[in-house]
T-cell receptor, first 117, second 110 residues
Framework: GAVVSQHPSWVICKSGTSVKIECRSL??????MFWYRQFPKQSLMLMAT?????????EQGVEKDKFLINHASLTLSTLTVTSAHPEDSSFYIC?????????????FGDGTRLSIL | DAKTTQPTSMDCAEGRAANLPCNHS???????VYWYRQIHSQGPQYIIH???NNETNEMASLIITEDRKSSTLILPHATLRDTAVYYC???????????FGTGTRLTIIP
């Protein structure tokens, strides 16, 4: 089945640093990738949608200058949390989807647990 | 996307069939029903999806009522590893965003 790899799986860093998370589709070309955030005991919340070669579309309330998304190839999207602070600590999850035709499902990475000290 | 309603939690004995209901009374004719599950501290895992016919794969079966206002996910022989939060989502196509509700927390009991 379709495999989405996310790296790193866990990161701890100091407040004020920037953190980059990678999301790769390993066996299919992902024309669309999504980034979600999940706080403890809550459901997943969509942060942004990225299409290869174009700017990401951010959900209301998500700061695009703080959460930089790049989708430069059909197999890789990155999320950079800039100047991270403790309130940015969360579980970040990406998903990827192939070409838009049909009802093929999105496939998710295993998430990145980000802890800001 | 149509709103879905699921019970907050359910228990099921190991080895028995787990039947997880989902109501989606406002679903439109071209919206699919997708099921995902999330095991603790992992990303969601795709299970199955359908439009109006019943579907079965190696993981589960999906039964959709004739009026499409509700569906049931069936795990035929639940194991302890099936303990997870199960999400039922109605949406149009694969590359459209998924809106996660609170899901059903399924606990398989030994």
């Amino acid at each position: 089945g379709a495999v989405v790899s996310q790296h790193p799986s866990w990161v701890i860093c100091k407040s004020g640093t920037s953190v980059k998370i990678e999301c790769r589709s390993l066996d299919f070309q992902a024309t669309t990738m999504f980034w979600y955030r999940q706080f403890p005991k809550q459901s997943l919340m969509l942060m942004a949608t990225s299409n290869e070669g174009s700017k990401a579309t951010y959900e209301q309330g998500v700061e695009k200058d703080k959460f930089l998304i790049n989708h430069a190839s059909l197999t890789l999207s990155t999320l950079t949390v800039t100047s991270a602070h403790p309130e940015d600590s969360s579980f970040y999850i990406c998903s990827a989807c192939g070409p838009s035709q049909g009802a093929q499902p999105q496939h998710f990475g295993d998430g990145t647990r980000l802890s800001i000290l | 996307d149509a709103k879905t309603t699921q019970p907050t939690s359910m228990d099921c004995a190991e080895g028995r069939a787990a039947n997880l209901p989902c109501n989606h009374s406002t679903i439109s004719g071209n919206e699919y029903v997708y099921w995902y599950r999330q095991i603790h501290s992992q990303g969601p895992q795709y299970i199955i999806h359908g439009l109006k016919n019943n579907e079965t794969n190696e993981m589960a079966s999906l039964i959709i009522t004739e009026d499409r206002k509700s569906s049931t996910l069936i795990l035929p022989h639940a194991t302890l590893r099936d303990t997870a939060v199960y999400y039922c989502i109605a949406k149009l196509f694969g590359n459209e965003k998924l809106t996660f509700g609170t899901g059903t927390r399924l606990t398989i009991i030994p």
